[in-house]
């Protein structure tokens, strides 16, 4: 399929709501992507322990791979894109790639049991699993970063609609990841794995062919830069374009074995965190002036304390899952959710709190009382550890079955929420206004990759609360609970102590800014 490389007056584009039709291809695109994705992503941890019977540490160890995995690849996927596939045929690739894993991960094969003490599993259904997740991984990264831009191109730089456009772009985010965690949770929880991971990869399908039939809306925004380039011969024998398909099934099957040798991917995130830590030194050393030398090393601080905020509030489909699953009276307004279901609470609270602060951010900033960057993540990082202390108190108030009010929770994530919105979105704002123009890609990159090393670390804090089951089920509510009221306990104080360390350097951080608030 050819498209015109023709590109019509932005402004003259306005078929949805007063913005280019192409804005409703992307938005409905990253709508069911985000749908497929959190619809098993608060299920994948229940499913191991319960379904395939993990030990809660194991799981965890399939969780912080997979998710640090599908965080580093978007670096990969978009610097394949920009330099070689553009942005629709990596979106179309990646899409491809994510309908096939999420299809598959509805193959539940047997379930686990217990034989003398032994537990034994279907060790092939086990790998379509595994095969499933690293397909997912790689058109994660093919996809999600990639969608993002082609928003981004459909309008010139001066567009007044540009940045209400990327906020019906990101409602629709939030649409998807509210919905698919409200129904997939429960398919999954109440008639089986299958029907909550197969609704995902429906909504997936659907995301893909919304694209597809779409297309034509783009009006050659998302095509390659060079397309003579892409039909040049590899040293494969075959088309660069053929080429780079074949290296991301390659990157499946990688990913695939990683993810069984959890220590490989601990390895790898160490490394690469390395080689940039010292890549960086080197650029900011030899290569900045004293402004931008002081700006770069700013956002390395901050770039590093996203570390820790993520590392607390990914416990979400971690500890705080199992928590709600283990040791919790899921009940509210007279409604029983399933564990998995709470997850939608970050997205519901997104809605209500993200057009809050955008306004109060502006007020503030009118009278010079607008927090500066390095401020509002340090709250950002103590709202996610305050969060931490509502589990804790509620942990010490259980109902007479020895369970937990569900409405602690409810506080956790709406305190985790306003943190998120107190450092995310500032955050992606400050890479693009410290760093130097020429490694902005370099320092998005980053980014990213201090998010995956974050989910790897999370998993590590979760194992602090491990529990022993038996047949996946908890045998002793009074220990599991002591056990998560002491992971959280640590967590509170963690997001405390690293909010004051960075309050306190704060004022330093601001001069070090040179005037860039």
Known sequence: MTFSTTIPDPATDTGFLGHPQGLFICFATELWERFSFYGMKYLLLLYLTKYHLFSDANGLEVLGSYAALVYAMPVIGGLLADRYLGMRKAVVFGGLLLVMGHLGMAFEGEQARTVDGAVVRDDGALQIFYFSLALIIIGVGFLKPNISTIVGQLYSKDDPRRDSGFTIFYMGINLGAFSATLLCGYLGETYGWAYGFGAAGIGMLFGLATFIAGQKHLHGHAEPRNPALLKERSPLGVSKELTIYACGLVGVVVAWQMLQFHGAVGFTLNAMSVTVLIGLGWFITTRCNAVERSRMLVLVVLTMSTVVFWALFEQSAASMTLFADRVMNREMLGINFTAAQFGALNSFFIFLFAPVFAWLWTVLGRRGLEPNTPVKFALGIAQAGLGFGALVVGAAMPDEAGLVSAYWMVLAYLLHTTG????????????????????????????????????????????????????????????????YAELFGNLFWIGLLFAGILLLLSPLLKRMMHGIH
Do not use: H, N, R
């Open 420 to 483: 998120e919105l107190c450092l995310s979105p500032v955050g992606l704002s400050a890479v693009t206004k410290l760093a130097v123009p020429s490694v902005v890609g370099v320092m998005m990159g980053s980014w990213f990759l201090a998010t995956a090393y974050s989910e790897f670390v999370a998993v590590q804090l979760a194992k602090i609360a491990a529990v022993e089951t038996v047949d996946g089920s908890v045998t002793d509510i009074g220990a599991a609970l002591a056990g």
